[in-house]
């Protein structure tokens, strides 16, 4: 059986989130099954027409998995730690179908995994019967201030 092992910097970092988070009080522990869902009606702008008007008028990608994450982010919110909120680190998404401008789609998640402030959950796009896209979102629980300042560091002068 083989067993990765983190080493060096990262190792550190992540002990010492999940140590904070552990600690950071009572809400700590998400429930799995935790559930979220968004429903919007595609604007044009969301379409991959408004990047190249030579395509079709139907939801983009990056607008279904917008969808997703937000769905993924306002389920787990009421249950995290004051003043923590949760970002995006990776996605696993397919984009099954198009649905064109003006369509109705719901975007909805379900907490699947977590592991320290680590967070996995199952998502999917449907609109009417058609499943648009399914998969997966990986998003970490932090603490804005300290997030955007770390961010902000990264800057090119």
């Known amino acids: 059986m083989t067993r990765s092992v983190k080493t060096g910097k990262r190792a550190a970092s992540t002990q010492r989130a ?12 998400l429930r799995l099954g935790l559930e979220g869902a968004v429903e919007r009606v595609v604007p044009h702008e969301w379409t ?3 990047y190249n008007p030579g395509l079709p008028a139907v939801l983009s990608t990056p ?5 997703m994450e937000i ?4 389920s787990v919110l009421p249950e995290l730690p004051p003043g923590a909120i949760t970002v995006g680190t990776r996605i696993e998404v397919d984009h099954l179908k198009a649905v064109p401008e003006g369509a109705t789609v719901r975007a909805t998640s379900r907490l699947a995994k977590h592991q320290g402030r680590f967070l996995v959950f ?4 449907r609109s009417g019967e058609h499943i648009l896209g399914r998969g997966r979102v990986f998003r970490a629980v932090v ?13 090119e002068s």
């Open 48 to 50: 991959i027409a408004a």
């Open 63 to 67: 607008a279904m998995i917008g969808m």
């Open 122 to 125: 199952e998502v999917e796009a």
């Open 143 to 155: 603490e804005p201030q300290k997030f955007g300042a770390r961010a902000d560091s990264r800057k």
């Open 71 to 74: 769905a993924a982010a306002e």
């Open 18 to 29: 999940k140590k904070k988070f552990a600690h950071s009080g009572d809400r700590h522990e």
